[in-house]
C-alpha cells in the first residue's frame, strides 16, 4: 500500500519560512519523480516544484522560483519543500505527489495527471 504523508505546515507570518516534508511508504521512492502542488479555497490545484528521481533536476511554477527549495533524501524515502519568504498567496493546501510509472519529464512535471499517488495535505497560512 502505497502511502504519502505530509507535514510541517502551520500558521506563519509574511516573510517566514516553512520546511514541509513528505514521507513515502509502499514505493519504490528512488525510482519516483516527485511533485508538491498547492490548492487554495475556490482555485484549482497548481504546480509548485518538482523532482527528479536522483535529485538532479529541479523544476518550479515561476510563482516559488527564488523562494522555494525541492529537495529529496533518497535514504529515507522523503520529498521537501523549503518555504522561503512567504507571501499570503501562498495560503493553500500544500499536497505532494509520486509518479509511480515515471512518466514524468521536463515538459511534464506540472501536469497533475503524470503523478500517480498524492497525500492528504497540509495547510498553510500565511498572515498579512
Known amino acids: 500500500q502505497v502511502q504519502l504523508v505530509e507535514s510541517g505546515g502551520g500558521l506563519v507570518q509574511a516573510g517566514g519560512s516553512l520546511r514541509l516534508s513528505c514521507a513515502t511508504s509502499?514505493?519504490?521512492?528512488?525510482?519516483?519523480?516527485m511533485g508538491w502542488f498547492r490548492q487554495a479555497p475556490g482555485k484549482e490545484r497548481e504546480f509548485v516544484a518538482g523532482i527528479s528521481e536522483s535529485g538532479g533536476r529541479t523544476y518550479y511554477a515561476d510563482s516559488a522560483k527564488g523562494r522555494f527549495t525541492i529537495s529529496r533524501d533518497n535514504a529515507k524515502n522523503t520529498v521537501y519543500l523549503q518555504m522561503n519568504s512567504l507571501k499570503p498567496e501562498d495560503t493553500a493546501v500544500y499536497y505532494c505527489?509520486?509518479?509511480?510509472?515515471?512518466?514524468?519529464?521536463?515538459?511534464?512535471?506540472?501536469?497533475?495527471?503524470?503523478?500517480?499517488?498524492w497525500g492528504q495535505g497540509t495547510q498553510v497560512t500565511v498572515s498579512s
Open positions: 509502499g514505493l519504490t521512492f528512488s525510482r519516483s519523480a
Open positions: 505527489a509520486a509518479d509511480f510509472l515515471q512518466r514524468a519529464n521536463s515538459g511534464t512535471y506540472s501536469n497533475p495527471s503524470v503523478y500517480d499517488f
